[in-house]
């Protein structure tokens, strides 16, 4: 039966099933919505910054924005700025090849092995010689979430979650998942500058509504109040499936008055309220590990990930990894934590603009519309 599923011809169909889904995803007149409103907080994020700057902020169209302060110009899209060049960024793009680099450095990493649609054998006998659950991922090219899967246990959760992931990329990534909870650091010029804890995306029932209507309702309030709760949407994919498989669920499930469910452990569609300040939590080992993985990518502007029991003491000792380096490191909930919001479009034009490097150093907390 296992090699049924791994079966070319069974993977084949497999992929062609997902890239439907895939499709049908980004089709979804609710996505786009929930794109508007995230350009929108884009747009406002950078806009208020170059004012505080004494900049000027011109929207050039396609998304594209353009910031100048004096003779210097600089163009942002979204998240994406030109901090680091363009092979920095090819890198960091690539896990394996960040993992290999971060590995040299003896600095933890998940337990991997790279494998493609067309040859999954190194991820059938790394699924076999793992005594955790896996995770399968794009090995690059994406970001956000897209096409991971966590919790694969069998030949049958891995032949689904490589075709779902190769959607995005012809390399594919398995993982052993790591326990623990998700932190986010990110990191300016070698420095810490936020950082917080992820929690994961969970909904809370009410004794009559099954959680595919719980989720419909989340994400009605988050189309509802714009990018005020989340910059996206909950989308209903395989990890979904797979999380609330492990606990006995599905979407026709009706969770009890009360019971908080855990949607996903893929933890990017969670909401603000789920993110809160982290960077007094970390050890001294923990922050120096991080600052030598910014220092051997050569990045530097870089949001890691890193998933920890304790984040009080060395990742060897709580059996922690930083599971990415992300080099075009989302701004959203650095604005929409839980318990404050920290000016990241600020550091970063001061970074990136010679003439916003003598203007006032930004406050750390300022509010955020």
């Known amino acids: ?8 011809l069974t993977l084949r169909g497999l992929y062609v ?6 499709f049908l995803r980004y089709r979804n007149p609710r996505r786009k919505t929930s794109g508007k409103h995230q350009t929108e907080f884009y747009q406002q994020t950078w806009a208020e910054a170059a004012r505080e700057l004494g900049a000027t902020w011109t929207r050039l169209g396609a998304e594209m924005s353009e910031i100048t302060l ?11 700025t030109a901090i680091d060049d363009p092979v920095t960024l090819y890198v960091l793009h690539d896990k394996p090849l960040t993992h290999r680099i971060l590995t ?19 991820a059938v006998e ?38 779902a992931a190769a959607v995005y990329s012809d390399e594919l990534l398995i993982e052993e998942q790591i326990d623990g909870d998700n932190y986010r650091l990110l990191f300016l010029d070698g420095k810490l500058i936020d950082s917080f804890l992820r929690r994961l995306p969970t909904v809370t029932g009410d004794g ?5 209507q719980l989720v419909d309702r989340e994400n009605d309030n988050r ?74 990518l050569g990045v530097r502007f870089a949001g890691i990930d890193i998933v920890t029991r304790d984040p009080s003491v060395p990742l060897a000792e709580s059996g922690g990894v930083i599971l990415e380096v992300n080099g075009t490191p989302n701004l959203y909930y650095h604005y929409k934590k839980k318990d404050g919001c920290f000016p990241v479009a600020v550091h970063l034009l001061r970074a990136i603009l010679p003439g916003a490097a003598i203007r006032a150093e930004p406050a750390l907390e300022t509010s955020h519309a």
């Not at 099933?17 to 895939?22: H, I, T």
């Not at 009559?208 to 595919?212: I, K």
């Not at 994919?237 to 969770?255: E, F, I, Y």
């Not at 009890?256 to 001294?284: P, Q």
Request: aromatic share 4%; hydrophobic share 40%; with cysteine.
């Open 126 to 163: 790394f699924l076999k010689s793992s005594a955790r659950d896996c995770v399968v991922k794009p090995a690059g090219g994406t970001g956000g979430g897209r096409g991971v899967t966590t919790g694969i246990q069998t030949p049958a959760h891995l032949a689904r979650a490589s075709a």
């Open 1 to 8: 039966m296992a090699g049924l599923w791994t079966h070319p």
């Open 208 to 212: 009559r509504s099954t959680l595919r």
């Open 104 to 122: 040299a450095e003896k600095i933890a990493v998940p337990r991997h092995a790279a494998f493609t649609l067309k040859n999954v054998a190194p």
């Open 70 to 80: 004096d003779d210097a110009r600089t163009r942002v899209y979204h998240n994406v």
């Open 17 to 22: 099933w997902s890239m439907g889904k895939a």
């Open 223 to 296: 189309l509802r109040t714009r990018s005020g709760i989340s910059q996206v949407l909950i989308a209903i994919d395989l990890d979904m499936h797979r999380t609330l498989a492990k606990q006995g669920l599905s979407l026709r499930s009706v969770p009890a008055a009360g019971r908080n469910v855990t949607l996903k452990y893929v933890v990017n569609e969670n909401s603000a309220a789920d993110n809160t300040t982290a960077t007094h939590l970390f050890c001294r080992s923990v922050l120096e590990d991080c600052t030598r993985a910014v220092k051997a």
